[in-house]
C-alpha cells in the first residue's frame, strides 16, 4: 500500500506542469524561473503563487506536493494560496483565474 501512495506523491508533483506552462504563458515569465530557488522578480514570484494555488484548488494537490513541484516547502505553498485568495478582490484578476481554472481543468483531461 505504502508503494502506491508514494507513486501517487510522484505523479502529482509533474501534473503541476501543466499549471505552470499556462500561467508562465499567460504572464509571459519562464517556467525555469517560476522553479527557481533565487529570488524573482514580482511579476514571476505572482505566476508562481497563481500557478500553486490552481495546483491545489483544480488539481487537488497538497501544499507538501505543491512545494515539492515547485522546488519551495509546503508553508510557501500555504502562503500562496491565502495570498491568491485574497487577490481575488480584484475583478480583472479573478476573471483570469477563473479562466485559468476551467483551461487547467479541461488540460487535465476532466479528471481535476
Known amino acids: 500500500m505504502q508503494g502506491i501512495e508514494e507513486g501517487a506523491a510522484q505523479q502529482a508533483p509533474r501534473s503541476s506542469d501543466i499549471a505552470q506552462a499556462m500561467v508562465a504563458q499567460i504572464y509571459g515569465v519562464n517556467v525555469k524561473a517560476m522553479r527557481s530557488r533565487r529570488r524573482s522578480n514580482p511579476r514571476t514570484a505572482l505566476a508562481r503563487q497563481i500557478a500553486m494555488y490552481l495546483s491545489h484548488i483544480v488539481l487537488q494537490m497538497t501544499f507538501a ?3 515539492m513541484a515547485f522546488g519551495r516547502n509546503r508553508s510557501t505553498a500555504c502562503h500562496a494560496m491565502h495570498h491568491v485568495e ?3 478582490d480584484d475583478p480583472e484578476l ?8 476551467t483551461l487547467l481543468r ?7
Open 94 to 101: 479573478d476573471r483570469t483565474l477563473v479562466q485559468l481554472e
Open 65 to 67: 506536493q505543491i512545494g
Open 86 to 88: 485574497n487577490l481575488r
Open 106 to 112: 479541461q488540460a487535465a483531461g476532466g479528471a481535476a
